[in-house]
């Protein structure tokens, strides 16, 4: 195999519908959008198309579908997504989305804000958007901005900052898209409290421990034979840590 396909997940039939997309995403526990070189996941792309798409011919009817998916999918609650791994766009499993919260230390309701940025693990303009998102529910780019006085240039940098940051951290996902303007539709931002108080609940009762265990036993299923480094570097853990969870 290629060794850009190297780590996709050679699922028995292809992706064909929104069903179809939620039983893999559930099956696999957290997948790319799009497969990303360098970064060792499968992606929906690939169970939908079934080919390279690093091989041309670029934007196709695979990727308009699943980019329709990305939003529906959220706003359904039906799967998370958000960016994630290196920033990329990331599908977490319902099922795992309490051990991220748990390994990321996120399970925070929607009035931890102040919190979060006392403790200095978010930025004061991520503190207001996490606070507008609490404030307003569900919002699109440009109302968000607004509602968060990010509306200039500047704004706007220090915007997209802030929301790489809640969402690496799992605190924020994309919910869909609304057309705002004439230009492409804005994305849809909710707070993770919000959509998914179940799973913020579930995460209260696992360990940081428990937590990686759950996602190191996830990958090495579908991928026996990585090395406790190579979910080190995917996870960010510690070699300690990456050891001890490919272990239990």
């Given at each position: 195999?290629?060794?850009?396909?190297?780590?996709?997940?050679?699922?028995p039939?292809?992706?064909?519908t929104?069903?179809?997309a939620?039983?893999?995403?559930?099956?696999v526990?957290?997948?790319?959008?799009f497969?990303?070189?360098?970064l060792?996941?499968?992606?929906l792309?690939?169970?939908?198309?079934?080919?390279?798409?690093?091989?041309?011919?670029?934007?196709?009817k695979?990727c308009e579908k699943?980019w329709e998916w990305?939003?529906?999918?959220?706003?359904q609650?039906?799967a998370f997504?958000t960016?994630?791994?290196?920033g990329r766009?990331?599908?977490?499993?319902l099922?795992?989305?309490?051990?991220f919260?748990a390994?990321?230390?996120s399970?925070?309701?929607?009035?931890q804000?102040?919190?979060?940025?006392?403790?200095g693990k978010?930025?004061a303009?991520?503190r207001?958007?996490?606070?507008?998102?609490?404030?307003?529910?569900?919002?699109a780019?440009?109302?968000?901005?607004h509602a968060?006085?990010?509306?200039?240039?500047?704004?706007?940098?220090?915007?997209?900052?802030?929301?790489?940051?809640?969402?690496?951290?799992?605190?924020v996902?994309?919910?869909?898209?609304?057309?705002?303007?004439?230009?492409?539709p804005?994305?849809?931002?909710?707070l993770?409290?919000?959509?998914?108080?179940r799973?913020?609940?579930?995460?209260?009762?696992v360990?940081?421990e428990?937590?990686r265990?759950?996602?190191a036993h996830?990958?090495l299923?579908?991928?026996?034979?990585?090395?406790p480094?190579?979910l080190?570097?995917?996870?960010?853990?510690?070699?300690a840590?990456?050891?001890?969870?490919?272990?239990?």
């Amino acid at each position: 195999m290629k060794q850009s396909l190297s780590l996709e997940v050679r699922w028995p039939r292809r992706v064909v519908t929104p069903a179809d997309a939620v039983r893999f995403i559930d099956a696999v526990g957290y997948c790319l959008l799009f497969p990303i070189k360098n970064l060792p996941l499968p992606s929906l792309y690939y169970a939908v198309a079934r080919r390279d798409i690093h091989l041309g011919p670029g934007w196709d009817k695979y990727c308009e579908k699943i980019w329709e998916w990305k939003g529906s999918l959220g706003g359904q609650r039906r799967a998370f997504y958000t960016k994630y791994f290196k920033g990329r766009g990331t599908f977490i499993s319902l099922k795992l989305l309490p051990h991220f919260l748990a390994m990321l230390d996120s399970a925070a309701d929607a009035t931890q804000a102040e919190a979060f940025y006392r403790a200095g693990k978010i930025s004061a303009d991520a503190r207001a958007i996490w606070d507008g998102l609490a404030a307003h529910g569900p919002l699109a780019t440009l109302e968000l901005r607004h509602a968060c006085r990010m509306d200039s240039k500047p704004g706007n940098a220090r915007f997209k900052r802030a929301m790489a940051k809640l969402q690496c951290l799992l605190l924020v996902f994309y919910s869909g898209a609304e057309q705002e303007t004439a230009a492409w539709p804005s994305g849809r931002f909710e707070l993770t409290a919000h959509a998914f108080p179940r799973q913020i609940r579930d995460a209260r009762r696992v360990t940081p421990e428990q937590a990686r265990a759950a996602l190191a036993h996830q990958y090495l299923e579908w991928h026996p034979d990585a090395p406790p480094q190579l979910l080190a570097r995917l996870f960010g853990w510690s070699k300690a840590e990456a050891l001890a969870a490919c272990n239990v």
